[in-house]
């Protein structure tokens, strides 16, 4: 399943709900919000783009990622991600015992950390004697090239389905459907695409003014080298706005 319908399928509450539940092994699991292509900013370093971000009745946050590449999975960009939720989610003065549990999903193409294991749980623990250290804090990687005989397996399996005809269980199935065989979802999808190419057009004209500005060029001249206003350039260059809307 491709980056882009894969946040499409997760962007349905009931496909999320659905997914979670067969990864968390919890089928009373309910998603109350969940939202694609949430932006956490970090003022004094680097910034992400989550692919999804749901909560849950309890409380529980999750991050789901859907990887195509091993680089993508890293145990350190997990980390940051956990990192990023945790700022983003207090507000000034709360107590950090607010924190909620918070897991940050990974469903890589392969076995990115090499254990051949269909799923693999990472806590942090006490070295000295095992116990759990009690942060709330859970990294989950999922292999979706293991399609066995379990929920996770068959899962996994619909997950490289490239026809709804062709998956085994009926929630993604419909879902699938509806992106890609109904007229109104093919239309949405070919919008999406679109949009995605402008946001690469509009970082490269980002990327232009820049490079055009470091050389010395009047911002009158720069503006009409990418085709925007100067006020745009100005602002990309204050870094008041981002090109991407």
Known sequence: MSDILAR????DKECCEYILRIIMNDSMLTVLDNQVQVDYKNLHGRSAVLDCVAKSGDGRLFNVEIQQEDEGAIPKRAR???GLMDMNVLNPGEFFDKLPETYI?????????????????VDRIIKENGAEFGDEAHIIYVDSSKHEDTELGRLMHDFHCKAASDMQDGVLAKRIYELKESEEGVTHMCKVLEEIREEGRMEDKMETANNLYKMGMPLEQIAQAVQVSVQMIQEWLSGETSPVK
């Open 8 to 11: 499409n399928v997760l962007k």
């Open 80 to 82: 940051y991600h956990l």
């Open 105 to 121: 999903i990974f469903v890589t193409q392969d076995d990115t950390l090499g254990y051949r294991l269909p799923i693999a749980h």
